[in-house]
């Protein structure tokens, strides 16, 4: 027996039209790649997204149409979000680190016809253009003035483009399942992977994401989101704000300590979204100047693993850092680790232990923990084998796939190593192929990892594993030493030691100056096997 | 371009799963139609749901088939509303106050395979029994030892039924538009009309139930449901609570004021919800007594305008009573009033003329005004006209309907004139059949109402139009005096001067003992008009 409620779509541009009817008067400010302060409101964000679907409908912009940007988070490239999906059409946020190469794979790949783009990314798109092969034209996201040797032939400006278009559109009405965004993973092997979001399925994301056991974000509040639009839709927070009412701060491109310092406190950001490195390098210079967050309440990690010293360090300005998990296949989210009222009322260190899990699962969010053979595994915190899951905004397909993107029966297997527990909560022991394997024992390479940046001489640390001739592989400990240290491997040892079973104490450390990272800020551990290939233990 | 997402149905079975993987320990508390207080947790009821489950199998109800309830808010009930829409059935929950000849007619036009119900309403069922058509045996919930002369021939107990039943079973998936409850509106004209809710439509809303705008439940909290799972499935309250780790308080069939005072207190109720009549009996209970709320911090009126003499007299136990609106017809949520931070921070003499409102839309709730005359009228704060609302939990036909349940472009008249105004307030003028219409003009009998009740010797008013031979109709006012007043009416006239324009002044004033209720507690003004019909008002 149906049901007989009305048949009406769960599109992304109600999102927007809620804002419009409920939230006119909400702040939305961008530290513009050109330098000043932009301060508008909802009201006025409503008439230029309407006036950039004018001028995209005049491109000849159709239905299910692509439209690449490459661009740092901004009012513009919000406005792009909605205008882009409002038409029906699909917007491709390309990562800007992922290089030439990858970048123009994945914009011939997507085959968008439009590129849009900051003015410090001229150089890539200039480079690459040669080798777009379906580009019909490229505006620069500024205004003429602001142009400078970023134009060129058939380049125009953002500014330019939507003028004198007018500032209401007929916003339509198609299919929920429609396409409304893509984004590349960033593999670290083989070509990057196309997701491609449906409307439905970031609508209901975002309801899931106001949940108070998830942001809970709300009216009167502030997010800066430092985790970049073009990287899973910055983790849907441009379409939570706008649902919830949220005033939202855009840095532009200061994504460093002093950039973000400023505009967390000017803007008074209650709330704040970015992986590990990007709270590792605000501690830091807030350790390195001495000054305070005044205002900051709480922030979301997620990306990799946060180490106990981030949530340490931030403790003590008040501010509670949140891990997250979700993949760019998950929209991105998969658990938000808000902790129970009877473990939230516990001191910093006896909650330590489920902070530094990565939470319980949403609604919708189905996880099954399967062994290497196959078996599915109970849900008793100790049982680790491949997390896989299924959910209503979890990856379906890639885009034009190579090779099948679910398990057999239906499953997306996320390539992480984790445990979960009876009330819910899992734990990413590693990812599947970060996994040290040795002696017939896995062990963790986050959690060494882990333990060796709580060591005030640490800056950074990763963990590969090397061959060993009789353990098969044994832990190499990669270390960024804090400015001016020369503390000694032996004394990061015995650190070790303290916290560690002995299967996991690394054979070797070494020193570099700094980790590669990969294009959303995670250590690429590829580039580390290269650098330490062949390397070989001590005996 | 499609999405390429998972297609992972929106089954309300998810809520029910992630509340058993998250939230086992949450207690379920029932004040049982037996007497004592029933007390288990959400995994005890996870085993018991599926023992029901199995037994609706056994008994041969298969997908789609109806099953009717008739019960107090218990642990029972909410165990059925998951076992029947988990196996893919559809839970019947029909309202012992619509009187036997209307009971009878719902059970049959819905087809109801089987009934269960409270040993309260066996009179009720015994005697309609044999003009039921489709019915196949009924259940009393209860057990064998509390079944009394409430059982007979083929008559069985719930505990009976399920008691040797597995306490797992094998939810099936299936299509998220496919039913999972009924109910069916109370109308004061014609034949009561079926609305068929959506696994879908229910989801969503419980989604947008939890935003932090609206009921903003967190797990940790108790809610306590006046509202009844007879109507509307209680608010949608059960799934509200199952997806946000909520403790629930199940009043059974205690709902005066001293019942559920002693819950309230008992079980550190934090958040209430349930229709004016039942917060003026709190009150007027709490007055009488002098006791004290000492726990409860919000409540949630619907189903009748809020007067403010409520609203006032809560806030001097600091209890905040908010109002929200919506319909059988609307699952039933369309506004939550959450003031927003610059409201919500004015004394309460400022806020009122806010909090006396319906507030603002939930996300995907459309809302339009439209003139008599058929013109969409502008949400400017004044402009007043029928209300009607589309969205994707909204009805979008009523069951085997008589005739068009929607306008031609698909719009559902909610009956309501209201106005709304540039900041997305929603005030509901009048009832459109209620508006009293006068020299041309429209007086609200709501804005009398209010207005009359904040006379402290009035316990409860209602205003109707009666026939005028100038002014076409003018208003007549019915008063229930307080205990022991013997107010004037030309005192009370005097009062509402102070507070109404002209015309509005009721040309009368008539005292009677109680105002008629229907069904779901509203005053019943077809009853009045035909206890005042031909009354003739002075010259």
Same mark, same amino acid.
């Given at each position: 027996?149906?049901?007989?409620?009305? $048949?009406?779509?769960?599109?992304?541009?109600?999102?927007?039209?809620?804002?419009?009817?409920?939230?006119?008067?909400?702040? *939305?400010?961008?530290?513009?790649?050109?330098?000043?302060?932009?301060?508008?409101?909802?009201?006025?964000?409503?008439?230029?997204?309407?006036?950039?679907?004018?001028?995209?409908? $005049?491109?000849?912009?159709?239905?299910?149409?692509?439209?690449?940007? *490459?661009?740092?988070?901004?009012? @513009?490239?919000?406005?792009?979000?909605?205008?882009?999906?409002?038409?029906?059409?699909?917007?491709?946020?390309?990562?800007?680190?992922?290089?030439?190469?990858?970048?123009?794979?994945?914009?011939?790949?997507?085959?968008?016809?439009?590129?849009?783009?900051?003015?410090?990314?001229?150089?890539?798109?200039?480079?690459?253009?040669?080798?777009?092969?379906?580009?019909?034209? @490229?505006?620069?996201?500024?205004?003429?003035?602001?142009?400078?040797?970023?134009?060129?032939?058939?380049?125009?400006?953002?500014?330019? +483009?939507?003028?004198?278009?007018?500032?209401?559109?007929?916003?339509?009405?198609?299919?929920?399942?429609?396409?409304?965004?893509?984004?590349?993973?960033?593999?670290?092997?083989?070509?990057?992977?196309?997701?491609?979001?449906?409307?439905?399925?970031?609508?209901?994301?975002?309801?899931?994401?106001?949940?108070?056991?998830?942001?809970?974000? &709300?009216?009167?509040?502030?997010?800066?989101?430092?985790?970049?639009?073009?990287?899973?839709?910055?983790?849907?927070?441009?379409?939570?704000?706008?649902?919830?009412?949220?005033?939202?701060?855009?840095?532009?491109?200061?994504?460093?300590?002093?950039?973000?310092?400023?505009?967390?406190?000017?803007?008074?950001?209650? #709330?704040?979204?970015?992986?590990?490195?990007?709270?590792?390098?605000?501690?830091?210079?807030?350790?390195? !100047?001495?000054?305070?967050? !005044?205002?900051?309440?709480?922030?979301?990690?997620?990306?990799?693993?946060?180490?106990?010293?981030?949530?340490?360090? #931030?403790?003590?300005?008040?501010?509670?850092?949140?891990?997250?998990?979700?993949?760019?296949?998950?929209?991105?989210?998969?658990?938000?680790?808000?902790? %129970?009222?009877?473990?939230?009322?516990?001191?910093?260190?006896?909650?330590?232990?489920? @902070?530094? &899990?990565?939470?319980? /699962?949403?609604?919708?969010?189905?996880?099954?923990?399967?062994?290497?053979?196959?078996?599915?595994?109970?849900? $008793?915190?100790?049982?680790?084998?491949?997390?896989?899951?299924?959910?209503?905004?979890?990856?379906?397909?890639?885009?034009?796939?190579?090779?099948?993107?679910?398990? /057999?029966?239906?499953? #997306? $297997? !996320?390539?992480?190593?984790?445990?979960?527990?009876?009330?819910?909560?899992?734990?990413?022991?590693?990812?599947? &192929?970060?996994?040290?394997?040795?002696?017939?024992?896995?062990?963790?390479?986050?959690?060494?990892?882990?333990?060796?940046?709580?060591?005030?001489?640490?800056?950074? /640390?990763?963990?590969?594993?090397?061959?060993?001739?009789?353990?098969?592989?044994? %832990?190499?400990? *990669?270390?960024?030493?804090?400015?001016?240290?020369?503390?000694? %491997?032996?004394?990061?040892?015995?650190?070790?030691?303290?916290?560690?079973?002995?299967?996991? *104490?690394?054979?070797?450390?070494?020193?570099?100056?700094? +980790? %590669?990272?990969?294009?959303?800020? &995670?250590?690429?551990?590829?580039?580390?096997?290269?650098?330490?290939?062949?390397?070989?233990?001590?005996?």
């Amino acid at each position: 027996m149906q049901g007989l409620m009305m $048949d009406r779509p769960l599109l992304t541009t109600e999102i927007f039209k809620h804002a419009l009817r409920t939230y006119r008067g909400t702040e *939305i400010v961008t530290r513009m790649v050109e330098g000043p302060i932009h301060r508008y409101t909802v009201a006025d964000a409503g008439e230029r997204v309407a006036k950039l679907a004018n001028a995209l409908v $005049d491109l000849g912009v159709k239905h299910g149409d692509r439209v690449g940007v *490459i661009g740092w988070n901004t009012h @513009r490239q919000f406005e792009m979000y909605f205008a882009v999906g409002g038409i029906g059409a699909v917007l491709h946020t390309v990562n800007p680190r992922l290089g030439p190469q990858n970048a123009a794979y994945v914009i011939n790949h997507a085959e968008d016809d439009w590129l849009f783009y900051d003015a410090t990314f001229a150089p890539l798109v200039n480079a690459i253009a040669p080798a777009l092969t379906t580009v019909k034209g @490229r505006f620069v996201l500024t205004d003429e003035a602001h142009l400078g040797d970023a134009g060129g032939d058939g380049v125009g400006t953002y500014e330019e +483009l939507i003028a004198d278009k007018p500032t209401t559109f007929n916003w339509p009405d198609f299919d929920e399942n429609d396409a409304v965004a893509m984004c590349y993973t960033s593999g670290t092997t083989g070509n990057p992977k196309g997701v491609v979001y449906s409307h439905r399925a970031l609508v209901i994301q975002t309801f899931a994401s106001l949940l108070p056991s998830a942001l809970a974000l &709300k009216e009167g509040e502030t997010l800066l989101p430092v985790v970049p639009m073009f990287h899973v839709n910055a983790w849907n927070t441009p379409y939570s704000c706008m649902m919830a009412g949220v005033k939202q701060v855009f840095p532009g491109p200061r994504l460093d300590g002093e950039g973000l310092y400023e505009l967390l406190e000017g803007e008074k950001v209650d #709330f704040s979204a970015g992986v590990p490195t990007v709270w590792l390098g605000l501690l830091q210079y807030l350790q390195k !100047t001495g000054k305070k967050l !005044t205002h900051l309440r709480k922030g979301l990690s997620g990306g990799s693993a946060l180490p106990e010293a981030i949530i340490r360090g #931030f403790a003590e300005h008040g501010v509670e850092i949140q891990q997250g998990w979700g993949m760019t296949e998950m929209s991105p989210l998969g658990t938000v680790n808000t902790l %129970p009222p009877h473990l939230a009322e516990l001191s910093l260190d006896d909650s330590m232990p489920y @902070r530094l &899990k990565a939470g319980r /699962a949403m609604p919708y969010v189905d996880m099954r923990i399967v062994s290497p053979d196959g078996h599915i595994l109970p849900h $008793d915190g100790t049982s680790d084998g491949h997390l896989q899951v299924r959910g209503p905004w979890i990856v379906g397909s890639y885009y034009k796939p190579e090779s099948e993107t679910l398990t /057999a029966d239906g499953w #997306f $297997d !996320t390539g992480d190593v984790a445990t979960i527990d009876a009330d819910g909560f899992l734990e990413i022991t590693d990812r599947a &192929k970060d996994v040290i394997k040795t002696g017939g024992e896995w062990v963790s390479s986050i959690d060494i990892e882990n333990a060796a940046i709580l060591h005030p001489d640490v800056a950074n /640390a990763a963990v590969i594993g090397v061959h060993h001739p009789k353990w098969q592989e044994r %832990p190499l400990l *990669i270390v960024v030493r804090c400015d001016g240290s020369d503390v000694a %491997p032996d004394v990061l040892t015995d650190f070790l030691k303290q916290r560690l079973d002995k299967i996991a *104490i690394p054979d070797a450390i070494e020193f570099v100056d700094e +980790l %590669p990272l990969g294009a959303t800020g &995670k250590v690429l551990k590829t580039e580390l096997r290269k650098k330490f290939a062949g390397y070989e233990l001590p005996a």
